[in-house]
């Protein structure tokens, strides 16, 4: 796993900081509607980027933009994550990180030892429809062992799903507002039918209109403090 894309002043990646966003390739999952094909994959088309001139370089700019948003692929993935959470945190950035949730023993021990300033946790669907949603096994219950970890340890978080007709209805997204339930922050993030997606099918798919979004954000107010309509 390596860093391969860079995003060097991102206004929309990390809430209320400008953020340079850094992305790792390779992730363990394979949901249909994920819009980052190439470094799902680990593809050799994208070089990796020089981790030496990338902190070097937000050395320079952390006046500028202060903060970092750790994305991917699915970035815990990597071995090399802790020790450039600890390069980025000694330039004295700020740090959002971006998974899956599949990682909880390294989410764990990067949130106690107080690295993460931020973490933005996809949630795909109902439990009991995880495998089918996000398009390969997956353990569950480490989904969820993250999610306690964000609600007691981290010092700011958000989950967030991705709102794709066809695999979430609003039956789906209120039962996973029920196993969210006391979580401080939810977000909605509108389907974008951008090409490539990674099931190609899934281009042609029209995303809900937004008074749908709106109502079921309305009744997702009964278990989550904030909900939050992205896209
Ligand atoms: S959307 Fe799914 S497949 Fe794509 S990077 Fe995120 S977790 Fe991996």
């Known amino acids: 796993m390596q860093i391969k894309g860079v995003e060097w002043v991102s206004w929309v ?37 020089d981790q030496a001139e990338l902190l070097k370089k937000l050395g320079e700019r952390r006046e500028l933009v202060p903060a970092v948003c750790i994305s991917g692929g699915e970035p815990t993935l990597s071995s ?15 740090i959002k990180l971006d998974t899956n949730g599949t990682r909880p023993k390294l989410l764990k021990k990067l949130l106690a030892d107080g690295l993460l300033d931020y973490v933005a946790m996809d949630i795909k669907s109902p439990w009991d429809k995880y495998r089918q949603v996000v398009g390969t096994k997956v353990d569950v219950k480490a989904v969820q062992t993250s999610v306690k970890l964000l609600t007691t340890m981290a010092p700011a978080y958000e989950f967030r799903t991705t709102v794709v007709p066809g695999l979430l209805n ?12 006391g979580a401080s922050k939810y977000v909605l993030q509108q389907f974008r039918p951008v090409k490539p997606l ?34």
Request: net charge negative.
């Open 170 to 181: 609003e039956t789906d997204l209120l039962v996973m507002g029920q196993e969210l339930a």
């Open 80 to 94: 090399g994550l802790p020790d450039l959470v600890m390069n980025l945190k000694s330039l004295g950035l700020k």
């Open 13 to 49: 990646d990390y809430p209320g900081q400008i953020c340079t966003t850094v992305f790792y390739d390779g992730c363990n999952l394979r949901c249909p509607f994920c819009h980052n094909a190439l470094l799902v994959w680990e593809s050799t088309a994208l070089p990796p980027v």
């Open 198 to 231: 990674l099931d190609p099918d899934l281009e042609q798919q029209q995303p809900f209109p937004k008074e749908f979004l709106q109502a079921v954000a309305a009744k997702l107010h009964n278990y989550v403090a904030e909900i939050e309509i992205r896209g």
